[in-house]
């Protein structure tokens, strides 16, 4: 079945940087872009990052965009999350999702992995 | 960038219809896409442009639309519906941003 799993969460100091991976099964991972969502404690749904099909195109939320980048390896089925400069408000569970449509990257997402959580303190 | 606004909270007794909506600017000229969340879980898609349903999510799950305000249809409300519901758009009129709507809160009596 179509699976994602999201890895690399942890604690870190402000001003650090972490990076995030998210790992693909049960589809054809070539064909479809990866969107990152956030959730901080308590919060709704925040968009951060997509990177499309074929990893040529990325967009992000302005809230990230400078410092965070994501990029994937297609012979690796996995995406990537690359957070620099972290600041305590990027403090949430990050998810992954599939883009519902084939070389497309402005959603439905679906599905969703579990998550990792990021927590950025002193 | 679009702001979309949702009910904090709606209240409903099992057996009835729960309607959550979904206002904001151009949400008639906009796919609009529907999430369940359950604490301590990821996001499910429940409804996706507009009004289609993803396999294996009941058929008591329906969207619609009217002018600039989208609403989740939920009949025959059960227990385990008890949920965060939010929608969400793309935003392809300035830069390529994903708009989650603020969330509702679906208690069920």
């Known amino acids: 079945q179509v699976q994602l799993v999201e890895s690399g969460g942890g604690a870190v100091q402000p001003g650090r940087s972490l990076r995030l991976s998210c790992a693909a099964s049960?589809?054809?991972?070539?064909?479809?872009?990866i969107h990152w969502v956030r959730q901080a404690p308590g919060k709704g749904l925040d968009w951060v990052a997509v990177?499309?099909?074929?990893?040529?195109?990325?967009f992000y939320a302005d809230s990230v965009r400078g410092r965070f980048t994501t990029s994937r390896d297609n012979s690796k089925n996995t995406v990537y999350l690359q957070m620099n400069s972290l600041r305590a408000e990027d403090t949430a569970m990050y998810y992954c999702?599939?883009?519902?449509?084939?070389?497309?990257?402005?959603?439905?997402?679906?599905?969703w992995g579990q998550g990792t959580v990021v927590s950025v303190s002193s | 960038s679009s702001v979309l606004t949702q009910p904090p909270s709606v209240s409903v007794a099992p057996g009835q219809t729960a309607r959550i909506t979904c206002g904001g600017d151009?949400?008639?000229?906009?796919?609009v896409h529907w999430y369940q969340q359950k604490p301590g879980q990821a996001p499910v898609m429940v409804v996706y442009?507009?009004?289609d349903r993803p396999s294996g999510i009941p058929e008591r799950f329906s969207g619609s639309e009217s002018g600039n305000t989208a609403t989740l249809t939920i009949t025959r409300v059960e227990a385990g519906d008890e949920a965060d519901y939010y929608c969400?758009?793309?935003?392809?009129?300035?830069?390529?941003?994903?708009?989650f709507g603020t969330g509702t809160k679906v208690t069920v009596l």
């Open positions: 969400q758009v793309w935003d392809s009129s300035s830069d390529h941003l994903g708009v």
């Open positions: 990177v499309s099909h074929d990893g040529s195109t990325q």
């Open positions: 999702a599939r883009d519902h449509f084939t070389e497309n990257y402005s959603g439905p997402f679906d599905p």
């Open positions: 151009h949400i008639g000229i906009r796919s």
């Open positions: 442009d507009d009004t």
């Open positions: 049960g589809f054809t991972f070539r064909s479809h872009a």
